[in-house]
T-cell receptor, first 113, second 118 residues
């Protein structure tokens, strides 16, 4: 069984600052993938970044980076230079042998001007 | 189409009624997934299809829920004898395939169908 834990129900950050959203996971699979999705108030799920369990480098996509610590089973999302449009729910998810995503409960991020 | 299309966007029904929710995946995507998202929670896996067959339906809560994908493209989620607890947003997603997860095979989600059972 796979599980995602997101311990921060809500976070706020000042515009232009960096913020880290926490994600820990549990899995018995040797090969797995970790995903972060953004869900604005419109409800659409938007893919942000992916990290494979065998990737040696931390994933980066523009202002998003993933702080992957395999031994600690954590995959924290770092958003640099926050923008007002970053205000949304953020979900961490894990997929094992096939592409079935298991999501965490999410973190609501509020960016203040 | 360019994205995953779900209809209806909103459905209000009465307890005990039957509802169908439709999902039209991205053209060429062979894998299709249904999730349910209750208020304030993360999406919960229901079922996924690889082609026409349901490869994993372990998330369907009970036998009132059923999904089909007869031609390997459009899928319909069917809920019989709806209950107030079925109220949620039902999300559909598709991906190129259901093989191992990768950055090149991410799930693309639709906007969801909001179901309200009175």
């Amino acid at each position: 069984a796979q599980k995602i834990t997101q311990t921060q129900p809500g976070m706020f950050v000042q515009e232009k600052e960096a913020v880290t959203l926490d994600c820990t996971y549990d899995t018995s699979d040797q090969s797995y993938g970790l995903f972060w999705y953004k869900q604005p108030s419109s409800g659409e799920m938007i893919f942000l970044i992916y990290q494979g369990s065998y990737d040696e480098q931390n994933a980066t996509e523009g202002r998003y980076s993933l702080n992957f610590q395999k031994a600690r089973k954590s995959a924290n999302l770092v958003i640099s230079a926050s923008q007002l449009g970053d205000s949304a729910m953020y979900f961490c998810a894990i997929a094992g042998g096939y592409n079935k995503l298991i999501f965490g409960a999410g973190t609501r991020l509020a960016v203040h001007p | 189409g360019a994205g995953v299309s779900q209809t209806p966007s909103n459905k209000v029904t009465e307890k005990g009624k039957y509802v169908e929710l439709r999902c039209d995946p991205i053209s060429g995507h062979t894998a299709l997934y249904w999730y349910r998202q209750s208020l304030g929670q993360g999406p919960e896996f229901l079922i996924y299809f690889q082609g026409t067959g349901a490869a994993d339906d372990s998330g369907l809560p009970n036998d009132r829920f059923f999904a089909v994908r007869p031609e390997g493209s459009v899928s319909t989620l069917k809920i019989q004898r709806t209950e107030r607890g079925d109220s949620a947003v039902y999300l559909c997603a598709s991906s190129l395939s259901a093989t191992a997860a990768s950055g090149a095979n991410v799930l693309t989600f639709g906007a969801g169908s909001r179901l309200t059972v009175l």
